[in-house]
Each structure stands twice: as structure tokens, then as C-alpha cells.
């Protein structure tokens, strides 16, 4: 979604018009829950932080000051997960109680990607997932989490790189 459309849509759900709201949600939901479930590495959680930001996002919308409203909806989510990090964590069901409509293949390969993803520190997980999931560029990403381009551009490629080996670790067990 572009900054424009986003802008818009904002615009109109300050003026009451709720089809913009679910516009924004059917845009933006997937890749905030990823953002919140790759920092928290808990999906009840991460469900929880995604139906809070979009009831801040619907009760007040950010108004036109907001230079770069994308980027201050995932720095919500970034903030509210890192708050949610310091609350106790609850136990997880399995992925099998939770969906039992899933494939064994789908299982299995979002076995394998979560097991790759807790290979990396809690700092890669997030730089991965803002710029995959949130498709944030690597710019934003570092002005988001308040570190350098260099330092963001180091921490991908290294997060890359374990992800690679994790993967291909798992295929070959």
C-alpha cells in the first residue's frame, strides 16, 4: 500500500467512514500480526497486539502530521510488542490443535520457518519481518528502530545467512 492510499484512507476514517477502516485492516493486518508474532515468537500474542493496534488505529486515526504513516503503524507495533515482551508469557497450544485444517506439508514447512526464525536474536527476527512481512525499506527500518543503515544492512544479511543455514540444516535432517 502506498503512502498515498494510506494517507487517504486515514483521512477518511478521521471523517467516520468505516469501509476505509476495513480497507486499511485487509491491507495491513497480515503484516502487523507477522511483526508482532517475530518479536514476541507467541501467536496468541501476537493476535492480541495486532486487534489492539487496529482498535487505536479505528478509535484514533494518526492525523496529517504523521509524515510517514506506514512507518508509525509498525513502530506501534514494534512498541507494543516490546511492552509485551516484559508481561509474563503464556503457554502456546501446537500448531496441530490450533488449525487442524492445515496440510502436513503447510505444518511442516512453518515448522521448519519458525524453527529458522528462534535461530535468529530477537533484533534479526524484527529487521527480517519489517522488511519482508511490513515491506519496509532498509532506511525506514533503521530510522524505525532507531539504529544506523550500515548497522541494519549487517544485521539482515546476517540474519540471512542464519536463516539459510537453519533451512537447509533442517532439509538435510
Known amino acids: 500500500m502506498k503512502q498515498t492510499d494510506l494517507r487517504q484512507l486515514l483521512a477518511k476514517m478521521r471523517s467516520g467512514d468505516d469501509a476505509a477502516f476495513n480497507t486499511l485492516y485487509a491491507q495491513l493486518a497480515k503484516p502487523v500480526y507477522v511483526i508482532a508474532y517475530r518479536i514476541t515468537q507467541n501467536r496468541e500474542q501476537a493476535e492480541d497486539l495486532t486487534q489492539d493496534l487496529f482498535l487505536k488505529l479505528f478509535l484514533t486515526p ?40 492445515d496440510t502436513a506439508g503447510r505444518v511442516l514447512m512453518h515448522t521448519a520457518l519458525d524453527a529458522a526464525m528462534s535461530a535468529l536474536d530477537a533484533q534479526e527476527r524484527e529487521t527480517v519481518s519489517l522488511h519482508i512481512n511490513a515491506e519496509l525499506t532498509f532506511q525506514e527500518i533503521a530510522h524505525l528502530t532507531s539504529r544506523s543503515l550500515p548497522a541494519v544492512y549487517r544485521c539482515y544479511r546476517r540474519a540471512l545467512k542464519k536463516l539459510r543455514a537453519a533451512l537447509e540444516e533442517g532439509e538435510s535432517s
Open 62 to 101: 494518526p492525523d496529517d502530521s504523521v509524515r510517514n504513516p506506514r512507518a508509525w503503524i509498525f513502530r506501534m507495533v514494534h512498541n507494543l510488542a516490546l511492552d509485551a515482551l516484559r508481561q509474563p508469557v503464556h503457554e502456546e497450544l501446537p500448531d496441530t490443535l490450533r488449525d487442524p485444517d
